[in-house]
């Protein structure tokens, strides 16, 4: 009975350092295959020491050791763009190709003052941007999401390179209607200012001689005002360029088509 007792006494401590790993919260996959466990894995990033997990105890973690990891924040995979390791966050788990993504923020400071000679005012305008990345199986290389990548990543399945395709075309399409309208719109511009000056000069001409021609006889009649408007190229390069947003908007459709058809949604 005390030799049994003793074996379960062992086994339960033996169990317990496991157990307190497994039931942690938040976990770091790294690339040696090691996987640890802790009550706390938070990314910072520091002024001297770059980027860096932080665990429990202090620990530190360098990104180019992590594969991914969970956080409070979320599931992160963890990659190198332009040769720049930083994490990403898991937005749409796929069988085969996940989805993830990246906030930037840019900061711009801007000086103004009310009056002229009067003391200047710092303004700070902050811009946001959500950049998307896709990984293929767990193991897979952190890519920007783009046909191109898309179309490699997905070369053993046609149907989805079908998708790709047309989410190409659309985007050809788009970008070919946005600048034939702005081009349309430029001329528009040039033939307005153009129209206008001549307008304007003709007046000009006209009233010089109902001048003239006023001191001896006061009944000429005065020149008609001058015509002021846009030329319609304006208009039809408007429509052109709004047009392209049909095909753009219509790109990110076929994309998520593409990615569903390859994971096995459809």
Same mark, same amino acid.
């Given at each position: 009975?005390?030799? &049994?007792?003793?074996? +379960?006494? &062992?086994?339960?401590? /033996?169990?317990?350092?496991?157990?307190?790993?497994?039931?942690?919260?938040?976990?770091?996959?790294?690339?040696?295959?090691?996987?640890?466990?802790?009550?706390?894995?938070?990314?910072?990033?520091?002024?001297?020491?770059?980027?860096?997990?932080?665990?429990?105890?202090?620990?530190?973690?360098?990104?180019?050791?992590?594969?991914?990891?969970?956080?409070?924040?979320?599931? /992160?995979?963890?990659?190198?763009?332009?040769?720049?390791?930083?994490?990403?966050?898991?937005?749409?788990?796929?069988?085969?190709?996940?989805?993830?993504?990246?906030?930037?923020?840019?900061?711009?400071?801007?000086?103004?003052?009310?009056?002229?000679?009067?003391?200047?005012?710092?303004?700070?305008?902050?811009?946001?941007?959500?950049?998307?990345?896709?990984?293929?199986?767990?193991?897979?290389?952190?890519?920007?999401?783009?046909?191109?990548?898309?179309?490699?990543?997905?070369?053993?399945?046609?149907?989805?390179?079908?998708?790709?395709?047309?989410?190409?075309?659309?985007?050809?399409?788009?970008?070919?209607? /946005?600048?034939?309208?702005?081009?349309?719109?430029?001329?528009?511009?040039?033939?307005?200012?153009?129209?206008?000056?001549?307008?304007?000069?003709?007046?000009?001409?006209?009233?010089?001689?109902?001048?003239?021609?006023?001191?001896?006889?006061?009944?000429?009649?005065?020149?008609? +005002?001058?015509?002021?408007?846009?030329?319609? &190229? /304006?208009?039809?390069?408007?429509?052109?360029?709004?047009?392209?947003?049909?095909?753009?908007?219509?790109?990110?459709?076929?994309?998520?088509?593409? &990615?569903?058809?390859?994971?096995?949604?459809?």
């Amino acid at each position: 009975m005390k030799a &049994l007792l003793i074996t +379960l006494s &062992l086994s339960v401590l /033996f169990a317990l350092p496991v157990l307190s790993q497994s039931d942690s919260l938040y976990y770091v996959h790294l690339l040696d295959g090691t996987t640890l466990y802790s009550n706390k894995v938070r990314l910072v990033n520091s002024l001297t020491r770059g980027k860096y997990l932080l665990l429990d105890s202090n620990r530190r973690i360098t990104l180019d050791s992590a594969r991914d990891f969970k956080g409070w924040q979320g599931t /992160f995979a963890i990659g190198a763009i332009d040769g720049i390791y930083d994490a990403f966050r898991l937005q749409n788990e796929g069988r085969r190709i996940s989805l993830y993504s990246k906030c930037y923020y840019e900061t711009e400071t801007t000086w103004w003052s009310p009056a002229p000679g009067e003391p200047q005012t710092p303004t700070t305008i902050t811009s946001r941007e959500k950049a998307w990345f896709f990984r293929k199986g767990p193991t897979g290389e952190i890519e920007r999401v783009n046909p191109g990548n898309l179309r490699i990543a997905m070369a053993d399945n046609p149907a989805s390179l079908a998708q790709l395709k047309i989410a190409g075309v659309n985007l050809g399409i788009g970008i070919g209607l /946005f600048a034939a309208g702005a081009g349309t719109v430029i001329a528009g511009f040039i033939e307005t200012h153009q129209r206008n000056t001549d307008a304007y000069d003709t007046y000009a001409a006209e009233s010089a001689a109902w001048y003239k021609n006023s001191m001896t006889n006061p009944n000429t009649p005065m020149p008609i +005002l001058p015509h002021y408007g846009l030329s319609p &190229l /304006f208009y039809v390069g408007s429509a052109l360029a709004l047009s392209g947003v049909i095909p753009i908007c219509n790109v990110r459709k076929h994309l998520d088509l593409a &990615l569903d058809i390859y994971n096995g949604n459809e």
